[in-house]
């Protein structure tokens, strides 16, 4: 198109040279002198012209470049917004999470798999075998047979009167460090003969609730005592607290202990209470509300003596529970009975709903190494250290009593 152009001036040139002859009878030189000024300032125009063309088109482009850089900054912006919270986010725990999910989901297939197996197969030989008819079941437990303990109830009440109940601290470490997390406070009475009677020896199994919550006040006021001494000394202690039904059932004996916890907001955090797990099943709705009032003031629960694992960790996680406790010796044999869970995914299980699992009764290494690697990161028992006094300047007058009157 620009040589059209060209073509054309110079034959606009050529017309003009020609009139200025001819037409205006110029002189040879002075027609081609016109006609070269003519075609300069053709060409000139032209140039000036392309020129600003070029230059309109250059600064489109550039503006197109600006934007696109613009977006471009506010993409990478974006962008560096999202590599920031991805880095931010707490993978690691989140696919611990699904991990231990999707192991224990293939678990609970694969269990299920086979119990519907082993029904089918049940059910196929009770009908070639038997036949139609009535099955047996099974005879029913006595659940209300109880071994009587040792001393009698009258004699425990005659010991509390004497004041000769003790309260010796049993240790619950962690694995694999085995650092100490806390301590049982376990009662224990103090015989005639100059023995220790331990509390299955001399606890009530039926009735005595009234000595029950007498022993556990005892409990608690000797654990405010060794927590406040202890964090008076820079050498803070978590002690596990008894707890049963026969005082969460009675409503004087609980406002006395909610009264305690407040009037002792200082060290409250360092008090777990215990409870078996036969009486929390045995536990309403309204008494599982009364424990909510414990966590308010600050307390926590320990679930101890478990027989099986098969609960809701979602209720005991709302009711305060942070630990639950089961035989170390039963879960190693039979670990069936407790859940239907392997054993290395218990633990993460219930690490979910922030609850630690601790194996009790451990009696020798070899145990520790299994607890170990199956998940379970707290242990007691005889192998890890037997119940004994506490210090001296952390007891009570109240425990020094009985000392006193040997002496």
Same mark, same amino acid.
């Given at each position: 198109m620009q040589g059209l152009v060209y073509i054309f001036i110079a034959l606009a040139t050529l017309g003009v040279a020609a009139a200025a002859y001819f037409g205006l009878t110029f002189s040879p030189i002075e027609a081609f002198v016109t006609a070269i000024a003519f075609g300069a300032i053709a060409v000139m125009l032209m140039e000036r012209r392309l020129r600003q063309r070029s230059e309109a088109r250059l600064e489109r482009a550039i503006e197109d470049l600006a934007r696109l850089l613009s977006t471009d900054a506010k993409a990478g912006q974006v962008l560096s917004q999202r590599v920031n919270a991805i880095a931010d986010t707490n993978v690691g725990s989140r696919l611990e999470g699904i991990e231990a999910d999707i192991s224990v989901l293939g678990t609970v297939t694969r269990q299920l798999a086979e119990a519907l197996a082993e029904l089918e197969e049940g059910h196929h030989t009770?009908?070639?075998?038997?036949?139609?008819?009535?099955? $047996?079941?099974?005879?029913?437990?006595?659940?209300?047979?109880?071994?009587?303990?040792?001393?009698?109830?009258?004699?425990?009440?005659?010991?509390?009167?004497?004041?000769?109940?003790?309260? &010796?601290?049993?240790?619950?470490?962690?694995?694999?460090?085995?650092?100490?997390?806390?301590?049982?406070?376990?009662?224990?009475?103090?015989?005639?003969? /100059? /023995?220790?009677?331990?509390?299955?020896?001399?606890?009530?199994?039926?009735?005595?609730?009234?000595?029950?919550?007498?022993?556990?006040?005892?409990?608690?006021?000797?654990? +405010?005592?060794?927590?406040?001494?202890? #964090?008076?000394?820079?050498?803070?202690?978590?002690?596990? @607290?008894?707890?049963? #039904?026969?005082? @969460?059932?009675?409503?004087?004996?609980?406002?006395?202990?909610?009264?305690?916890l407040v009037a002792n907001q200082a060290i409250t955090s360092s008090l777990d209470f215990s409870l078996a797990q036969a009486q929390y099943k045995t536990l309403g709705a309204p008494e599982k509300r009364l424990l909510g009032e414990f966590g308010k003031a600050g307390a926590g629960f320990v679930l101890r003596d478990a027989a099986s694992l098969r609960f809701d960790f979602a209720e005991l996680e709302g009711l305060g529970f942070t630990v639950v406790r089961f035989d170390a010796t039963q879960f190693l044999n039979k670990p069936e009975t407790f859940s239907d869970f392997h054993t290395a995914d218990i633990s993460p299980y219930a690490k979910r709903f922030d609850i630690a699992l601790c194996a009790t009764g451990v009696i020798d290494e070899q145990q520790l190494l299994s607890l170990f690697e199956d998940g379970i990161g707290l +242990?007691?028992?005889? &192998?890890? /250290?037997?119940? /004994?006094? +506490?210090?001296?300047?952390?007891?009570?007058?109240?425990?020094?009593?009985? $000392?006193?009157?040997?002496?």
């Open positions: 009770e009908r070639t075998s038997s036949g139609p008819g009535i099955v $047996e079941l099974p005879p029913e437990e006595d659940d209300d047979v109880f071994d009587e303990p040792l001393i009698p109830e009258a004699e425990l009440r005659a010991a509390l009167e004497q004041n000769r109940l003790v309260f &010796h601290i049993e240790p619950v470490v962690s694995l694999p460090s085995r650092k100490p997390l806390g301590y049982d406070l376990v009662p224990r009475l103090m015989q005639d003969a /100059g /023995g220790l009677a331990d509390a299955p020896d001399f606890m009530p199994r039926r009735g005595g609730e009234d000595l029950v919550r007498q022993i556990e006040a005892l409990a608690l006021e000797e654990a +405010v005592t060794i927590a406040r001494r202890a #964090k008076t000394s820079g050498q803070p202690i978590r002690l596990f @607290i008894p707890l049963s #039904k026969a005082t @969460i059932g009675d409503r004087k004996a609980l406002d006395q202990v909610l009264a305690t +242990v007691q028992g005889p &192998h890890i /250290g037997r119940p /004994g006094p +506490v210090r001296a300047d952390l007891i009570g007058e109240r425990a020094r009593q009985p $000392e006193r009157r040997q002496a």
